[in-house]
């Protein structure tokens, strides 16, 4: 049975279409990469997804229940998390309290809040910068303070939004690991939208490509990348960095 | 190793020692000192400097309220006056009309202010209401709570209300032989209380996602904190303590009317008091209280009675609105985090060095 399944969802911003009729199906403890091109709609499906946008029609369910529209943290507490590909820090926090926030609503008193926090922030290589300001982060920094973030909060599914993007190709490789460790050990189910191919070949079991708000193919890598309407919307093209990035 | 990644490592290693994990344990030492400092205070100051004494703790704990909301909460209003008045009139409509104790009138205007706030709050963050429309729909609310106490006669209209005199002096009708040291004890055990409670908020966890939720509305919902319900709360809050120095008012200066209540110079002066000492901060509203508190009076004494070269001022109102608006450029130009919060920034970043 899948743990998040999407039918039918729609949604227009004015004349655009960034989203048509998507279906989605994912199961638990697997790890599926989104991709397509700039503007395909990814973040968009992420919005619909976590609640932070309502789709026009169409159902988002997770874990047996509908939680279209229902509220971002709603959504959240129950166990779907995201990242922001353009970064929100909480900019009056050090980067210890921005992750020690997200794990409050799980975990009661000072020390234990402390001691999960700081865990999270080693697991992803910021123990140096725990006691720091936030908006002092370097871009490589902020993208680790978001996938931290939302690690605190104990997904039971993670989506993550681009986060290898303005990464040193040397700085991938720990976030890669941590990302296979998370569904080894912790069993969390991951949905990563990515442009970097090496990353969604070697992590997903399954691809689902965006392009102009729909879905043109899933399955895995290996089909995904031979599929000639693949190639010829996404992969033909060298994906464009990112502005962002 | 490129040049970046050593510049940030060298930067990370100067990243400083953990925090206190409760950082309120010092606040309340340090409040707890301030407190003991100031008991003294009204027997040693002249009667004059007395009173201002008392001004500056009313001050402070309006600055206090304001702060929550608009400080830590990030909601900036410009109308709360509306719950000072609320508080004034729920404890002098009851004490006047019914006989009731101030001190049970002030719980019941606190009560008021808090459940007001959350209705306005409800429909401004349903409506998303932000930055300066919610300042008006703010303001716009005190106005009408002005006009309509000024045009009710249940509540005596424009004419206000005089706190009944009574023989001698008694804890339970807040009431003493003027001059005496007990309205400053009573402020201070309330100025006091104010304080001790916005720390407690502040560090909370309901504060603390109320903060992340002032940062970033969506990223703190997206890890989840419960938006609606802890603005709600801050609101109310924030209500509830400005409406204590409402009442406080009422029984210490004996008299009050819709002006006095609701008047825009209520909010004007909460926010002022806040934004000099520094928003957001749990001494920005102390400072602010004894700087505002203590100019207030210069410029009340200067229109009485000005010196030689300023007789023109004889007489005159507003030289305190001039002032405030003259401290308030000054502040944000030189100091945008006001005199508190900056000095904070400068002291903590030297200390991480
Ligand atoms: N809130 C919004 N209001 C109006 N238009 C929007 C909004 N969010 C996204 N769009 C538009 O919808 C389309 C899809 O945007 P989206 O951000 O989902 O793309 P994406 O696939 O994430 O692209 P990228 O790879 O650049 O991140 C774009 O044309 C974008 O401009
Ligand atoms: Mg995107």
Not at chain 1, 73 to 81: H, K, N
Not at chain 1, 134 to 156: D, I, M
Not at chain 1, 162 to 191: I, K, M, N, S, Y
């Amino acid at each position: 049975m899948s743990l998040l399944e999407l039918s039918g969802v729609d949604k227009k911003f004015r004349g655009l279409h960034a989203l048509s009729d998507v279906e989605m199906s994912v199961s638990e403890g697997e790890i599926v990469g989104v991709i397509g091109p700039n503007g395909a709609g990814k973040t968009t499906l992420f919005n619909v997804i976590c609640g932070a946008l309502k789709p026009d029609s169409g159902s988002v369910r997770f874990a047996g229940t509908d939680v279209t529209g229902r509220k971002p943290e709603t959504i959240a507490r129950r166990g779907m998390v995201r990242t922001f590909q353009l970064m929100r820090p909480f900019a009056s926090m050090t980067v210890a309290e921005n992750v020690s926030l997200a794990a409050q609503h799980h975990t009661r008193g000072a020390e234990r809040l402390r001691d999960r926090a700081m865990e999270v922030v080693e697991r992803v290589g910021l123990e140096e910068w725990a006691h720091r300001p936030a908006t002092e982060l370097p871009t490589a920094g902020l993208k680790r303070l978001e996938l931290a973030r939302a690690l605190a909060a104990r997904p039971r599914v993670l989506l993550l939004d681009e986060v290898l993007a303005g990464l040193l190709p040397a700085e991938r490789e720990p976030v890669l690991d941590l990302l296979a460790e998370l569904r080894e050990q912790d069993g969390t189910t991951l949905v990563f939208i990515e442009h970097i191919m090496a990353a969604v070949m070697r992590l997903s079991d399954r691809v689902l490509v965006l392009d102009q708000g729909a879905v043109l193919a899933t399955g895995t890598p290996d089909e995904v990348t031979a599929d000639p309407r693949v190639i010829d919307a996404y992969l033909g093209e060298e994906p464009t960095p990112h502005a962002d990035a | 190793m490129t040049d970046t990644a050593v510049e940030s490592r060298r930067e990370a290693r100067s990243a400083g020692p953990a925090p206190p994990l409760r950082p309120q344990n010092r606040q309340f030492a340090v409040l707890a000192v301030l407190v003991l400092l100031a008991i003294p205070l009204p027997l040693i100051l002249p009667s004059a400097q007395g009173a201002v004494a008392v001004r500056i703790l009313i001050f402070l704990i309006m600055a206090v309220g304001w702060n929550i909301m608009s400080g830590f909460g990030g909601m900036f209003s410009f109308g709360h006056a509306a719950y000072f008045g609320l508080g004034a009139y729920t404890s002098a409509y009851l004490l006047v009309e019914h006989g009731v104790s101030p001190w049970v009138g002030m719980a019941a205007g606190m009560v008021v202010a808090a459940a007001v706030a959350m209705v306005i709050g409800y429909f401004s963050f349903r409506y998303d209401l932000k930055g300066a429309y919610f300042a008006l729909a703010t303001f716009a609310f005190a106005e009408m709570l002005r006009l309509v106490t000024t045009s009710s006669d249940a509540v005596n209209g424009a004419v206000g209300y005089q706190v009944p005199l009574i023989q001698g002096s008694s804890v339970w009708q807040m009431q003493f032989p003027a001059g005496s040291p007990a309205y400053f004890w009573i402020a201070l055990v309330l100025a006091g209380g104010a304080v001790a409670l916005s720390i407690l908020f502040r560090h909370s966890p309901a504060g603390r996602y109320v903060v992340a939720i002032r940062d970033d509305e969506l990223a703190a919902a997206s890890v989840g904190a419960p938006v609606m319900r802890h603005k709600l709360l801050t609101v109310a809050l924030s209500g509830a303590i400005t409406a204590v120095a409402g009442a406080f008012y009422t029984q210490y200066y004996l008299f009050i009317d819709p002006q006095l209540a609701f008047g825009s110079s209520v909010s004007i002066e909460a926010i002022v008091t806040a934004v000099i000492g520094g928003i957001g901060t749990i001494w920005g509203p102390v400072v602010g209280a004894v700087i505002v508190g203590s100019l207030a009076d210069v410029t009340a004494t200067l229109l009485a009675t000005p010196p030689e070269f300023l007789s023109f001022l004889q007489g005159r109102s507003g030289l305190d609105v001039i002032l405030y608006a003259v401290m308030l450029i000054l502040i944000v130009r030189l100091m945008p985090k006001g005199i508190f919060g900056t000095l904070a920034d400068k002291f903590s970043e030297r200390r991480r060095r």
